[in-house]
Nanobody, 118 residues
Framework: QAQLMESGGGSVQAGGSLILSCSVS????????MGWFRQVLGDGREEVAI????????TYADPVKGRFTISHNRLQNTLYLQMNALKPDDTDMYYC???????????WGQGTQVTVSS
């Protein structure tokens, strides 16, 4: 099973940028879908950006389209989330996740906090 560890969170003013990184180790080659999620009220997590490693197809949640970019460095086994034009509503705990395919559950990182002040 893969292990995921996020970094790059922090505090920034509205309009600023952050880059989140997710280092993936373990059974990396078997994971095709990777993504970033953020916490919602209660125990839920919502998709922010998803990347299919094999196809390169990306999907984004409507609130972040045009502002966030997901990317993957295969040689470094690292997933990134470039976050631009940040808004206070983007304040949240962000999680990196990976799964073998849609038929498998997500494996999660521990999360990294992003705080955007107005």
């Amino acid at each position: 099973q893969a292990q995921l560890m996020e970094s790059g969170g922090g505090s920034v003013q509205a309009g600023g940028s952050l880059i989140l990184s997710c280092s993936v180790s373990g059974d990396v080659a078997s994971y095709d879908d990777m993504g970033w999620f953020r916490q919602v009220l209660g125990d839920g997590r919502e998709e922010v950006a998803i990347l299919s490693i094999s196809s390169g197809v990306t999907t984004y949640a409507d609130p972040v389209k045009g502002r966030f970019t997901i990317s993957h460095n295969r040689l470094q086994n690292t997933l990134y989330l470039q976050m631009n034009a940040l808004k206070p509503d983007d304040t949240d705990m962000y999680y990196c996740a990976a799964r073998r395919s849609r038929d498998y559950p997500w494996t999660w990182g521990q999360g990294t906090q992003v705080t955007v002040s107005s």
